[in-house]
């Protein structure tokens, strides 16, 4: 069964550029060395009249999903956030339980 969360990150005003240029960076890492993500989808919202950038990912299984968590390219992403001062606000994560509906008509 597959395991789907979405990630909120908060980008500091200043850094948008910048943590979009990183987002991209793993992104493309993880389509080409992850064969176990199916889906990791960055978009670019506001939340209270601020940057938020929303990740929607759906893993082959839960394994996968600890196999990118706990891989080296995510843990590239953190610790560059954290020495380029790129977060606002720690990383949020929501973990799903899809009940009804459809992923796509494509």
């Not at 990630?7 to 991209?24: G, H, Q, S, T």
């Not at 670019?44 to 082959?60: N, R």
Request: charged residues 30%; proline residues 5%.
């Amino acid at each position: 069964m597959t395991f789907s969360l979405v990630a909120f990150i908060y980008p500091k005003e200043d850094k948008v550029e910048r943590l979009k240029e990183v987002a991209k960076d793993i992104a493309e890492w993880v389509k080409a060395n992850e064969p176990g993500t199916l889906q990791y989808h960055w978009s670019q919202s506001t939340e209270d009249g601020k940057p938020v950038f929303v990740v929607q990912e759906i893993y082959a299984d839960e394994a996968a999903f600890e196999a990118h968590k706990n891989g080296e390219k995510f843990n590239w992403f953190v610790e560059t956030g954290k020495k380029e001062d790129l977060f606002a606000a720690p990383l949020k994560v929501c973990i799903l339980d899809p009940f009804g509906g459809f992923a796509s008509r494509i």
